[in-house]
């Protein structure tokens, strides 16, 4: 007969058959002592005592013991008085495997200063304005609240956020038109899964643009992806109908990477373009919390709800990690963006959904984008003036919003090779060409990001690699 054990203490299985030939304290001694080769145990982890393992395995308890000391004997185990039986803490787990590689470092510490982009100060993060949404949610709510929600998200964050975007960025909507995800990523999967079922089959992005994920997405929905160029005024819609797309992915209100804003002309054009082809634009309102020396620049959705589909998070004016954004939707996607929502993960997490409606509701979230928006211009001040002091002859676009800059550099300059000489001075740089999706030669520039770097680190950053900018620094 075989008995499990898994105890007070560790979690651990113990089968003991009392009708094998073997005895059953080396049963007992053979499994614990696997147990630790094989890392179920891991040093300096407690085992129960002598009298609480005989008394769930019916063992003796002097068995137990002579077990317990027949390991420690042999090294696998330590005690000592009026203390628990340990795991000795030199044991190594044997494998036959080689060790399992680290995952790859993508983004190095450096000691100076790091330019990335594309990640708010997880510092700014108002944990306690957050906590006490929390508290708030759990202690209002109704016991109806803790079970499974509506896949398209809570009925009063939608109400919420609709009343929030029509006030704070013009967005024709109604809580009946949003879905709830669980960030950009799902949301722009959702939405591409919806058109390819409504028969779109090619979608474009801009050029530059973000790296991979775009086309990854699409082709994970059956649809095939298409780079089209960006100027001065945005994407280039005569562009945009030759590539033969239905679909469109833009961030109009500030370019990612190069930061320019959709121009009005533009923003005409490519409605045109959608109602002659019966096409559908994608709107990710990307940075357009953050604006500073110019006035903002409401949503393209606004101008045009039948065709554009807006997409937001709170990835940027919160934290990335709490996976909460929303798809405003023209109603005949609805249904589509409602099915695959249910059948991705019935749905995001209703009490932090609870507790972003909250925090807009009592004004906390108003309150915290103004302490952020003060913060990242008076970073963005202090980029301008590091690159004006030690890199004069450069110039500098893309600040009209966001928390990233684009550095023009001088004709020739090798990018790769300035980049890999800053890392080594302890300065993380990011250039444009991992950015473009077209192939041929390009203006050599960088992306330099604050939303994360302090304004001593944007400082000491630009003067370390102030020589490496061009000869006019």
Request: net charge neutral; with cysteine; aromatic share 4%.
């Amino acid at each position: 007969m075989a008995v499990e054990w898994a105890g007070s203490g560790p979690e651990l299985l113990i089968t003991i058959d009392r009708d094998s030939a073997v005895g059953l304290r080396t049963q007992l001694e053979n499994q614990l002592r696997d147990a630790i080769r094989g890392g179920r145990l891991a040093s300096d982890e407690r085992l129960p005592s002598s009298r609480e393992l005989a008394r769930t395995l019916r063992l003796s308890r002097g068995l137990v013991q002579d077990c317990y000391a027949q390991l420690q004997a042999e090294g696998y185990l330590t005690s000592r008085a009026g203390s628990a039986t340990r795991v000795a803490a030199a044991t190594a787990p044997r494998t036959d495997a080689p060790p399992a590689p680290s995952p790859p470092v993508t983004r190095p510490r450096h000691a100076i200063a790091d330019f990335r982009s594309g990640v708010p100060d997880l510092g700014l993060m108002p944990r306690e304005d957050w906590a006490w949404a929390i508290r708030e949610v759990c202690r209002t709510s109704p016991n109806s609240a803790f079970d499974y929600g509506d896949p398209l998200g809570e009925q009063s964050l939608r109400d919420v956020l609709a009343a929030y975007l029509r006030r704070v960025r013009a967005v024709a909507a109604t809580g009946d038109r949003l879905v709830i995800c669980a960030g950009m990523a799902q949301a722009l999967g959702l939405v591409l899964q919806a058109l390819a079922a409504d028969g779109i089959g090619t979608v474009a992005f801009e050029d530059p643009g973000p790296g991979t994920s775009t086309p990854r997405l699409a082709a994970a929905a059956g649809m095939t992806a298409v780079p089209v160029a960006v100027d001065e005024d945005g994407i280039d819609v005569a562009a945009l109908e030759r590539s033969g797309a239905r679909a469109v992915l833009v961030t109009p209100a500030h370019q990612w990477p190069t930061g320019v804003v959709l121009a009005g002309h533009r923003r005409q054009e490519m409605i045109a373009w959608a109602r002659r082809c019966d096409g559908v634009i994608i709107e990710d309102d990307y940075d357009a919390e953050f604006r500073y020396d110019r006035d903002p620049v409401g949503s393209l959705q606004g101008l045009a709800p039948d065709c554009v589909i807006s997409l937001g998070t709170v990835s940027k004016s919160l934290a990335p990690a709490l996976r909460l954004g929303w798809i405003v939707a023209p109603p005949r996607l609805l249904g589509a963006l409602a099915e695959g929502k249910r059948l991705a993960d019935r749905g995001s997490p209703g009490l932090d959904q609870l507790a972003l409606a909250t925090l807009i509701e009592s004004g906390r979230y108003d309150r915290h984008l103004r302490r952020m928006r003060a913060e990242y211009a008076t970073r963005r001040v202090t980029l301008i003036d590091a690159l004006s002091r030690h890199a004069p002859g450069l110039r500098v676009t893309g600040l009209a919003a966001g928390f990233h800059a684009v550095l023009h550099l001088p004709a020739g300059t090798d990018e790769n090779a300035l980049i890999d000489e800053a890392r080594r001075r302890g300065v993380g740089l990011y250039g444009m060409a991992a950015l473009r999706h077209s192939g041929g030669t390009a203006p050599p520039q960088l992306v330099l990001g604050f939303g994360d770097t302090g304004k001593r680190a944007i400082e000491a950053g630009i003067a370390a690699v102030a020589d490496l900018l061009g000869p006019d620094s």
